[in-house]
């Protein structure tokens, strides 16, 4: 088995999330290699906000079979009340969601799979790959002067496939293939 990971690379179908900094685009907050926390992140403007992030097209050889794709997210909140959070997925015009996630005050990362593709229950295909919009639901919560506001710093894709066997070759012996 091998594995392939996606960042967004545009927004998705869905900006509702506030990005930090203001500056960048609310994609450009959470697609890091390496988590950088309180530096970038998107969070929750109100009640729940969730955003959509486009991906690049995969490079998973042709013939490959795809065992899975897993939506990571790294989430916290910040504020003393409790706020929830959860991966999305968007697929065939419909969107799917993860576990439902309790958020501490520390950054935690996250992981949701899915083996087949939930629109069609059937395999995942590089086209559904291709098609594949990630990202995240967001609470907030403002009660008697506290508050709690979901955060995420990271939201990336793996899909976990198995590449196509290649067929070995016999040798070749003055001009003959030997069988």
Known sequence: MATETLRPNAPGDLTQLDPYPVTLPNWDCVNDEVADDDATYVSAPEAT????Y???DTAIPDGSTINSV???????????LSVTGYAVIKIG?????????TLGTSWTTYSDSWATNPYTGNPWTKTDINALQAGVNLGYDSRHG???IGMCTQVYVIVDYTP???AAK???MDGLILV
């Open 146 to 148: 506290n508050y709690g």
């Open 70 to 80: 897993t939506v990571v997210t790294r989430m916290c909140r910040d504020g003393t």
């Open 170 to 172: 016999k040798p070749i």
């Open 93 to 101: 015009g419909t969107e799917y969601i993860g576990a439902l996630r």
């Open 164 to 166: 196509p066997t290649v």
């Open 54 to 56: 486009n991906l690049p």
């Open 49 to 52: 906000g969730r955003d959509l």
